[in-house]
C-alpha cells in the first residue's frame, strides 16, 4: 500500500515542512530567542518611561478609563468593567496582574499621588487583599487627568494595539512628573529598577532651577530636592552626603526609620515633636508609634515585636497594642518605667521592620527606548527636553487648529460682505459651489461651510462676532508662531506652566506637604545584654562541690540556714546580685568561665553543677567566682608565688569553653583571685612558711594574659594567700571563731619590702591558717 500525497488546488505538490529546518548551534538559537524575550520584558513590562513615569499595563489602565470617560466629576464604574476593557482592547495578559496594577495605582499607602480614586476594598496597610474587581468600583483622580494633559492635542504619537482594532498612546504627555512623585519598582531580565516616590513640589522646584540653569551642578539641586518622600512618612536617618551621592550616581540605599509621636499639630498639621512618650501618671509611660516605614506592613510588624516579647528576645518591652484608626497608632508599653527609652528604641530598630532600607537603582528607559541608569540631573534635564518637545507639539496643534478655523473664518466674512450676491447665486444655480469658488476666491473648505451655514446666522450680530473672534485667534497666532520660532519662550512658557502646577502641590496644601522628614541618626547601637534582661536583685549562692542557684531578692548573706545543700555539702560563695550581671568563675588551672545570673537556676532545690553550664571536667576546681564589673581589676596568683593584675573585661569568657588567662607551670594552681580595691595601693602576699611581704602595687604588673612576676620567694612550700589593700586604712584579717571581727594593722613598715622578697613572719595575732579573709 503506498502513500498518497494530495496536490493543492492549482495542482502543486505542497511543500515538504522538513525543507524550511535550517541547522544552526543551539546555544546560538537559544541566546537569539532568550535576548528577544528579554528584551520584551525589559521595554514592554518591567521598567517605567523616563517621560511619564508608567509601566505599559498603567499607561493602557489609565487610557481604558479615559476612554470610559472616569474623569474626578464622573460616576464610578465597576473595577471589572476597566480590566475587561484592559484586557481586551489594549493588553493581553491575565486579568489578575491588570487588575493587581489597578488597585496599587489607588492604594494611598502605596502611591504618594494615587491615580485612581477606588471605592470599595482596596486592601490596606495590614496587608490585607483588595476584593475582587467585582465588588469594587473607580475612577480617576486629578493627578491622573495631569498626567494625560495634551492627549487631544497631538503631544504624543498613537500606536496600534496588539490586535491592529484601536490605538493607544506611546506616552502620556501631561506636565506631572510621574517618575520621581510616585517612583516605580520592577525586575526584567538582567536588570531592576527601584525609585521611592518624592515630593512633586521638590521635583518641580528642581525643574525650575534646572531650566533657569542648565549647568547648575548636583548640590545646587540638592538644596531644592531633599530625596525620598514616601506615602507612608517615616524618617530619612542618613545623611544629606549620603543622600546626596545615591542621587548623583543613580545607585544607593536610604534608611527609613519609623516615626514616634503621639498626634498632630492642629494649626500645623506636622506631627508633635514629642519622640512618641505618652504621660500616664505615677511616672508611668508608653510609646506611641504614628508612622511606619514604606511597604512594611502592620500587621506583620506587630506579629514581629509580638514574637520577640513570646521569645523573652526583648525582656524591657511588656506589651504591643493596635490601637490604629485611619491613622496608625501602636502602642508599646515597656516593663517598667525605669526602662530606658533608648534603649528600647535601639533593640526595636534592629530587631524589627521598624527601621529598613529602600534602594534606589534609577534604571529607567530613555525617549529612545533604551534602559539606563541616570543621575538625578541627566533624568531631569532628559524630562525637560521631553516637557519642551509635548510644548511645541501641543503648540503646532492649536497652531493649525487656528489655521483652519481662521480660513473659515475669511470664508464666512466674504460671505456677509457679499450676501445677496451669495443667496443670488444659491437661489438660481444647480451647482453653486463651483461658481462661489470661481467669482469670490474661496478655497473648497470655504464655500463648503458657506453652504453649510444656517439662516439664522445671516445677521449683522454675526459678522462682528467672527470679526471680534478673528482678531482674537490672529492674535493667539502671532503668539504661537513667536513661541515656536523661540527656545527661550519656550523654557519661559514650560516654567509658566510649572508653576501653575506648584500651586496644586505646593508644600501649603494637603496632598503636597511633605510627609517623610530628614533627622540625621547614626545606625542603631548595638544593645548590651543587660538591656535585654529583667533587672532584679538575686542572691548567688555556690556550694562546695559546685552546685549554683540564685535566690530572688538580697537575702541576709549572715543566715546560718540560708539555704539547703546536699548531704555532706555546703556554702562556698554567697553574695548580692543583679539578674542583669555576669558572673565570672576562676579555676585553678589559670581558666576563666563567664555566665548570665539570669541564667542560673531558681532556688527552691539545690540548684545545678556549673560543670553542666560550661566546659569544665571532674578534676578542674572553682577558685573564684565574682560579680564582672566592667571598670574593676582583679588580682591574680598562682601556687608558686608569681601574679599579676588583669581588668576584669579581659578575662570574660564568650563561649562554654572559657579562655585561658593565667599559664601556669607543671604541677602549679591559681590559688588566688580577687577583686581589686579602687583606692588600693599595696599588696600583701603571705606563703606557706609563715612570711608576710608587703609592696606597692605599682610594680604589679597589668596583663591580659600570661604568667606574671615573682610577688615572694619560698625556700619550702609555696604560697598561702595574697590581698590588695590601702595602706593609710592598714591590713586587715579576719580574727578567729564565729564572731566574724576582723583585725586592722597600720604599722606596716616592717613588712614593706620591695617585690619578690622573702619576707618575714606577720604581726602577732595574725590566723594560723595563713588567710587574710
Excluded at 487610557?63 to 484592559?86: F, I
Excluded at 480660513?407 to 466674504?414: A, K, P, R, S
Excluded at 513661541?483 to 501649603?508: C, H, N, V
Aim: glycine share 8%.
Amino acid at each position: 500500500m503506498s502513500d498518497v500525497i494530495d496536490a493543492d488546488a492549482d495542482g502543486d505538490m505542497p511543500e515538504d515542512p522538513f525543507d524550511q529546518i535550517v541547522n544552526t548551534p543551539f546555544d546560538g538559537a537559544l541566546s537569539e530567542r532568550y535576548l528577544v524575550y528579554a528584551m520584551s520584558t525589559i521595554t514592554a513590562r518591567s521598567l517605567p518611561d523616563l517621560r511619564d513615569g508608567l509601566k505599559p499595563v498603567h499607561r493602557r489602565l489609565l487610557w481604558a478609563m479615559r476612554q470610559l470617560k472616569l474623569d474626578p466629576d464622573s460616576g464610578y464604574k465597576k473595577c471589572a468593567r476597566v480590566v475587561g476593557d484592559v484586557i481586551g482592547k489594549y493588553h493581553p495578559h491575565g486579568d489578575q496582574s491588570v487588575y493587581d496594577a489597578m488597585v496599587r495605582l489607588a492604594q494611598t499607602f502605596a502611591l504618594r499621588y494615587p491615580l485612581v480614586d477606588g471605592q470599595g476594598n482596596f486592601g490596606n496597610i495590614d496587608g490585607d487583599n483588595a476584593a475582587a474587581y467585582r465588588y469594587t468600583e473607580a475612577r480617576l483622580t486629578r493627578t491622573a487627568i495631569e498626567l494625560m494633559h495634551g492627549l487631544d492635542q497631538n503631544a504624543t504619537d498613537f500606536r496600534p494595539t496588539y490586535n491592529g482594532e484601536d490605538e493607544e498612546p506611546v506616552i502620556m504627555p501631561g506636565l506631572f512628573p510621574n517618575l520621581l512623585a510616585n517612583g516605580a519598582s520592577g525586575i526584567a531580565v538582567g536588570m531592576a529598577t527601584s525609585i521611592p516616590s518624592h515630593n512633586a513640589a521638590e521635583v518641580i522646584e528642581a525643574v525650575l532651577l534646572l531650566i533657569d540653569q542648565p549647568k547648575a551642578e548636583h548640590a545646587q539641586l540638592m538644596e531644592v530636592f531633599h530625596g525620598p518622600d514616601f506615602a507612608t512618612g517615616g524618617l530619612l536617618v542618613d545623611s544629606m552626603d549620603t543622600i546626596s551621592e545615591a542621587y548623583e550616581t543613580g545607585r544607593g540605599a536610604f534608611r527609613v526609620r519609623a516615626r514616634y509621636s503621639t498626634g498632630r499639630d492642629d494649626k500645623t498639621g506636622e506631627w508633635l515633636d514629642d519622640d512618641g512618650i505618652e504621660k500616664l501618671g505615677n511616672g508611668q509611660w508608653q510609646l506611641v508609634i504614628s508612622e511606619i516605614p514604606y511597604q512594611v506592613q502592620k500587621s506583620k510588624l506587630i506579629e514581629q515585636i509580638a514574637n520577640l516579647i513570646g521569645d523573652k528576645k526583648l525582656p524591657i518591652l511588656a506589651d504591643v497594642r493596635d490601637e490604629s484608626d485611619d491613622q496608625i497608632r501602636i502602642v508599646l508599653e515597656p516593663k517598667n518605667r525605669n526602662v530606658d527609652i533608648d534603649v528600647l528604641k535601639d533593640s526595636l530598630f534592629r530587631m524589627t521592620d521598624l527601621e529598613n532600607r529602600f534602594s534606589l537603582n534609577l534604571n529607567v528607559l530613555d525617549e529612545t527606548n533604551t534602559p539606563s541608569v541616570m543621575g538625578l540631573k541627566p533624568l531631569l534635564t532628559s524630562w525637560i527636553r521631553h516637557q519642551i518637545q509635548v510644548l511645541v507639539r501641543r503648540s503646532q496643534h492649536r497652531l493649525d487648529k487656528i489655521d483652519a478655523r481662521l480660513e473659515l473664518l475669511d470664508g464666512y466674512i466674504i460671505a456677509f460682505l457679499n450676501l445677496d450676491r451669495v443667496i443670488e447665486i444659491i437661489r438660481t444655480q444647480d451647482h453653486p459651489k463651483p461658481i462661489m469658488m470661481e467669482e469670490f476666491k474661496l478655497t473648497d473648505r470655504q464655500a463648503e461651510a458657506i453652504l453649510n451655514m444656517r439662516l439664522r446666522s445671516l445677521r449683522k450680530l454675526e459678522e462682528m462676532e467672527l470679526r471680534t473672534e478673528r482678531d482674537k485667534l490672529l492674535e493667539e497666532r502671532d503668539g504661537l508662531v513667536k513661541l515656536l520660532d523661540s527656545p527661550a519662550r519656550q523654557r519661559t512658557r514650560l516654567k509658566k506652566d510649572l508653576r501653575a502646577l506648584l500651586k496644586e502641590y505646593g508644600q501649603d496644601t494637603d496632598i503636597g506637604r511633605r510627609r517623610t522628614t530628614h533627622s540625621e541618626q547614626g545606625p542603631a547601637r548595638d544593645i548590651p545584654l543587660e538591656a535585654m534582661i529583667e533587672k532584679e536583685p538575686v542572691t548567688v549562692i555556690m556550694s562546695q562541690r559546685g552546685w549554683i542557684k540564685a535566690m530572688k531578692g538580697h537575702v541576709d548573706l549572715a543566715k546560718p540556714d540560708l539555704t539547703k545543700f546536699k548531704e555532706g555539702d555546703g556554702p562556698e560563695y554567697a553574695f548580692h546580685a543583679q539578674t542583669t550581671d555576669k558572673l565570672v568563675f576562676a579555676c585553678d588551672n589559670g581558666r576563666f568561665y563567664t555566665l548570665g545570673a539570669d541564667k542560673l537556676p531558681g532556688a527552691r532545690g539545690f540548684g545545678e553543677p556549673v560543670r553542666s553550664m560550661v566546659d569544665l571536667d571532674n578534676e578542674t576546681q572553682i577558685v573564684g567566682l565574682l560579680p564582672y564589673d566592667e571598670k574593676g581589676r582583679i588580682l591574680l596568683v598562682a601556687s608558686n608565688g608569681r601574679g599579676f593584675q588583669a581588668a576584669m573585661s579581659d578575662v570574660i569568657a564568650e563561649t562554654r569553653k572559657g579562655r585561658q588567662v593565667v599559664n601556669l607551670k607543671p604541677k602549679t594552681r591559681l590559688a588566688v583571685v580577687r577583686p581589686i580595691a579602687e583606692n588600693a595601693d599595696h599588696v600583701a602576699v603571705i606563703g606557706e612558711n609563715r612570711k608576710l611581704v608587703v609592696f606597692p602595687i605599682t610594680e604589679l604588673p597589668s596583663l591580659a594574659k600570661g604568667q606574671g612576676v615573682q610577688l615572694q620567694r619560698y625556700r619550702d612550700g609555696g604560697l598561702s594567700d595574697a590581698v590588695t589593700f590601702n595602706m593609710e586604712e592598714g591590713l586587715s584579717w579576719t580574727m578567729g571563731g564565729d564572731t566574724g571581727r576582723t583585725r586592722t594593722e597600720k604599722e606596716m613598715a616592717l613588712w614593706r619590702v620591695a617585690r619578690g622578697a622573702a619576707g618575714r613572719m606577720p604581726p602577732t595575732g595574725f590566723p594560723r591558717n595563713n588567710r587574710f579573709l
